[in-house]
């Protein structure tokens, strides 16, 4: 029994020695591995320290305050700017539109000439001191061609819409086929060349 006891201690001493070893051993890996895995990772942390250099510097709070003034301050002038030439430009068209009125009330105003009495025999044919050329549409507006004279070239040629005046004639309205011009108080109504049945 003493040599089962003397075998069984020197196995156990054996198995002890190996587990001893076997201890040391995965030790040594599992070092081994954790060091290649911080080495791996002071690399990643380099490249990043790397890549951080390259960027440019990070603007200070102050510096962007500043940057934001100065764009707000350049969109107010543009702002100010656009509206300003806005304003200009509507206080001359309505200048312009004001001044074609005040000319309208003006010829509306004036006293028609006293009229003689007549005789009924035979009406008198009124016709403009101009030619009626056509009608044309612009923009889904009317417009009546007029000219000096039937021959006159087409450079010589205006365009008037309802409201307008040439002289003393008041073009009061146009229809399609025909347009009525008021004068001295006095509705005319004349047919427009080409655009009659």
Do not use: C
Not at 111 to 122: I, N
Not at 155 to 177: F, T, Y
């Amino acid at each position: 029994m003493a040599s089962w006891l003397i075998l069984i201690s020197i196995a156990s001493v054996v198995d002890h020695v190996a587990l001893s070893r076997l201890t040391q051993r995965t030790q040594q890996s599992v070092q081994v591995a954790d060091m290649a895995a911080l080495q791996r990772r002071q690399s990643a942390l380099e490249q990043q320290l790397a890549l951080l250099k390259q960027r440019p510097p990070a603007v200070s709070p102050v510096e962007l305050a500043s940057a934001r003034q100065a764009t707000d301050d350049r969109m107010a002038r543009v702002e100010h700017a656009l509206d300003t030439r806005a304003s200009a430009d509507a206080f001359t068209q309505l200048e312009a539109r004001t001044s074609q009125i005040e000319t309208q009330l003006a010829a509306l105003h004036q006293k028609p000439e006293p009229v003689a009495p007549r005789r009924r025999a035979s009406p008198r044919i009124v016709t403009p001191p101009f030619a009626l050329r056509g009608i044309e549409l612009r923009g889904g507006e009317p417009f009546l061609s007029i000219a000096p004279s039937a021959a006159s070239p087409l450079s010589e040629e205006r365009l008037l819409r309802a409201g307008d005046s040439d002289g003393n004639w008041l073009l009061e309205s146009i229809d399609g086929k025909a347009v009525t011009f008021r004068m001295n108080g006095r509705a005319y109504p004349f047919p427009v060349p080409g655009n009659t049945p």
